[in-house]
């Protein structure tokens, strides 16, 4: 599927591969065989050809797809092939852009059939090349699975014209009338906001009857224009982000042998959402003017909208960098609003027909936050900047500058020092570089004629020496629902305090080197090259490190068994982890079928084959359930014989909100300089369980004075010292010790730790060799540090194993 993999609700997955397994089983003989179709096919200024695989941006890497071209415009629409990913891409436009653009911003778009409010699912019969009149024309045949519809999509592009015309026609082939039948498209797109006439950028899941709909990419902006009327949108959302559209043209109510169309223009055009509303107004048939104007002085950054009088915004644009801007508007009156860093201003005007309506915006003169971040030495250091209005001021849009990122009101800096322009008023401000690292805070006034200094010191507060900080599971633009670039990802590790990255996008070996060598990281930020082995029907696997120069085991038609095999062989001292295992959807073990209380997966194609076990995962850190779930799988296959070793990881696909390093692993090494970390080393010491997990404390417990996680002692009584850590704004409540899985101590406390420290001595009497976790918990929510989220602190140890008969061999308990 190549790299064009994102992570599916339950539901929606379910669909898939219940659709998939159908398929196979009623799949009927295919359309003719492609070598007999004459292409190129050439006319009008359009070609339609095979497409060449392995192009650069392309989701095609089989040369039997199909492409229709224009002078302007490029697609691709899926042909079948050998596997069931490539079966159930078949007929899907998988790849749409411009001709001058190398990198599309879409993973798929297909059509879609419902009935009386449900889903009624399809299968690809064939593609059909043709012609209408002079002009190339591609032509997906699909029939429903119970055979009461058929479906033809036709896909026109023409000369001159930055969009392409769907006109789709669904036929009645039952003997009986059906009624609410609704053709539609599923738009899949790599986690961007949609934007809608009236509903502005969506950010919640919602349905809405909209004209047109919009997407901006990093280089090309997209809209769905619903020519006939508006359609029913269903803006859809994972544990991602944004997953993509439903649009759904009108019901029609079917006799026997009758048809109903559906016909949009999907729009693609370089640059900003601007230039794509001016064409959905036009294809809509709007009477449309134009609202213009130019800042004065040019902003840093500056959005202007236009809102009808009732306050729903009808279109946003962001200024350009000579302070320019241009909306595309249909004839009305609308109230214009600015928002820059000084704050905002506003202003009425009427559109008139071809009109030019000039717009005389101010942008108000900012505040400037100048701040300072370093470590006890005065040496600067990476940090994030959270930035809070204190009422009735409002919370701050930050825009980065140079060497920062971010958003809404968090900022990364990567050298700890910079300004920040502000509306005028009073703010609470704070800096973070993670759980080691006390959280300095000001609360500063400001305006356009006093600025204001943040001076923040990070003490660190939390001894951490011979244990090196990594974050095994990250996301960045290699990855298609991640449109983070990879210099900004390694500047949000440094600014955590994380202090190894390991990439691990979709089917992709990417390595930090060159990002950590640009942002000057070399010494502060150690890495090695990683990816997420991401099935359809399997779950999500990751190997590190591993080779840039090796392929990534294949994973269509591919068993576990098979794809842990390649890995071993491919890159023998590689980690291999299983990611997220019960998530839905995507959990390896739930797709196995595994009951860890007997150690036995239903499934024959399941691989107990390897090393390490997410039982941590950073979209599950809001809810409890799924963490004490993971925890309890965890315990239960230790106690069968299956010794994983439990890693904790951000999972991150944003800059914010999805925040990198939280939890993190921790993992003993012998050397913590940076500029000397082995990768095999690191590896070894997963392996072999030398780790603890960590979402905000730092829990280390020694046996017999020596052993610690990853480490055997001999006898029955055993002495074990633990130390907790913590800074002073992540809270400790308790701790639980476990032994084989049963809870053997739990120690509280009301008051807080001196000294960032909680030091526990525990003395345990045991009969039979065991194993034992510390978990430690605190009550309070870290939501000043981790906004956005409601997060409780923990940490967690790997096993101490205690050959309690001392005979040289450690027995588990046994289920």
């Not at 090349?129 to 055979?147: C, I, M, N, Y």
């Not at 825009?399 to 990122?405: A, D, H, I, K, Q």
């Amino acid at each position: 599927m190549s790299r064009r993999v994102v992570l599916l609700s339950a539901a929606a997955l379910l669909v898939a591969l219940g659709a998939a397994a159908a398929f196979w089983a009623v799949r009927r003989a295919r359309a003719p065989v492609n070598d007999e179709l004459k292409l190129p096919l050439r006319g009008a200024g359009v070609t339609l050809d095979w497409a060449r695989g392995g192009a650069p941006g392309s989701a095609s890497d089989e040369p039997r797809d199909y492409v229709l071209e224009s002078d302007r415009l490029r697609l691709v629409l899926a042909n079948d092939g050998s596997g069931m990913e490539r079966h159930q891409r078949f007929g899907a436009l998988i790849d749409f852009g411009t001709v001058s653009a190398a990198q599309d911003e879409l993973i798929e778009l297909r059509t879609v059939l419902y009935v009386a409010g449900s889903q009624t699912p399809l299968r690809t019969v064939g593609i059909e090349a043709t012609r209408a009149g002079e002009l190339p024309v591609l032509a997906v045949e699909e029939a429903s699975r119970d055979g009461r519809f058929e479906l033809r999509t036709e896909y026109r592009l023409a000369e001159k014209r930055d969009f392409v015309e769907l006109v789709s026609t669904v036929t009645n082939a039952s003997s009986k009338r059906i009624a609410a039948v609704q053709i539609g498209d599923r738009g899949r797109w790599p986690g961007t906001t949609a934007f809608a006439p009236r509903l502005g950028y969506v950010h919640l899941a919602t349905r809405a009857d909209v004209p047109w709909l919009g997407r901006v990419g990093r280089k090309l902006s997209y809209g769905f224009v619903f020519t006939d009327r508006p359609a029913q949108v269903a803006f859809q959302f994972d544990v991602v982000g944004p997953a993509g559209e439903v649009a759904l043209g009108q019901s029609a109510d079917l006799a026997p042998g009758q048809s109903a169309g559906f016909r949009r223009d999907v729009v693609v055009v370089p640059g900003g959402l601007g230039k794509a509303a001016e064409i959905a107004w036009r294809r809509l048939g709007k009477p449309i003017g134009h609202a213009r104007g130019v800042l004065k002085p040019p902003q840093s950054w500056a959005t202007i909208s236009a809102r009808h009088p009732d306050g729903r915004t009808v279109l946003s644009v962001p200024a350009e960098s000579d302070g320019s801007f241009d909306l595309p508007l249909p004839v009305g009156e609308y109230r214009f609003v600015l928002a820059a860093p000084g704050g905002e201003d506003e202003e009425l005007g009427t559109v008139a027909e071809g009109g030019d309506l000039r717009l005389n915006l101010v942008p108000p003169r900012p505040g400037t936050l100048t701040y300072l971040i370093t470590d006890e030495h005065e040496q600067h250091l990476a940090g994030r900047l959270v930035v809070r209005g204190v009422p009735p001021t409002k919370d701050p849009d930050l825009v980065p500058g140079s060497n920062e990122s971010g958003s809404r009101n968090m900022l990364y800096s990567l050298t700890g020092s910079g300004s920040i322009e502000l509306p005028a008023g009073r703010y609470d401000v704070l800096a973070t570089h993670g759980p080691e690292y006390s959280m300095p805070r000001q609360e500063l006034e400001l305006n356009a004629d006093l600025g204001a200094t943040f001076r923040g010191v990070f003490t660190r507060t939390v001894d951490t020496s011979g244990w090196l900080s990594a974050d095994f599971h990250l996301h960045a633009s290699p990855s298609k629902d991640s449109n983070v670039p990879l210099n900004d990802r390694v500047l949000t590790l440094a600014a955590e305090g994380v202090e190894l990255g390991v990439p691990t996008d979709h089917n992709h070996v990417t390595d930090y080197s060159e990002a950590i060598a640009i942002q000057r990281l070399d010494g502060k930020l150690a890495t090695m090259s990683g990816v997420e082995i991401t099935t359809l029907n399997w779950g999500h696997f990751n190997a590190y490190p591993y080779p840039k120069s090796v392929d990534v085991p294949p994973t269509h038609e591919t068993s576990p068994l098979e794809i842990f095999a390649v890995v071993r062989a491919r890159a023998p001292q590689a980690v291999l982890q299983v990611n997220h295992p019960r998530m839905p959807g995507v959990g390896y073990f739930n797709r196995g079928e595994l009951n860890t209380k007997t150690g036995v997966a239903e499934s024959p194609e399941f691989s107990f084959g390897f090393d390490a076990l997410e039982v941590s995962n950073g979209f599950d850190l809001e809810d409890p359930k799924v963490f004490e779930r993971n925890f309890r799988d965890w315990f239960e296959l230790l106690n069968v014989g299956h010794r994983y070793t439990a890693v904790g990881n951000s999972d991150s696909h944003r800059v914010v909100f999805q925040w990198a390093g939280w939890p993190r692993t921790y993992v003993r090494v012998p050397d913590q300089d940076l500029s000397r970390v082995q990768p095999l080393e690191v590896a070894r010491a997963v392996t072999g369980g030398h780790a603890v997990v960590s979402c905000g404390i730092f829990v280390l417990p020694t046996a017999n004075g020596s052993a610690g996680p990853g480490d055997t002692v001999q006898g029955s009584r055993v002495s074990l010292a633990v130390s907790v850590g913590a800074p002073e704004w992540v809270d400790v409540s308790r701790v639980e010790v476990y032994a084989n899985g049963a809870k053997v101590e739990e120690r509280t406390r009301d008051v807080p730790m001196r000294k960032s420290v909680w030091n526990l001595n525990i003395d345990l009497e045991l009969k039979v060799d065991t194993w034992i976790v510390v978990l430690a918990r605190g009550d309070k929510f870290m939501n000043d540090a981790l906004p956005g989220k409601w997060i409780k602190p923990f940490g967690f140890s790997n096993p101490i194993l205690v050959d309690a008969d001392s005979d040289g061999s450690f027995v588990t308990a046994g289920p």
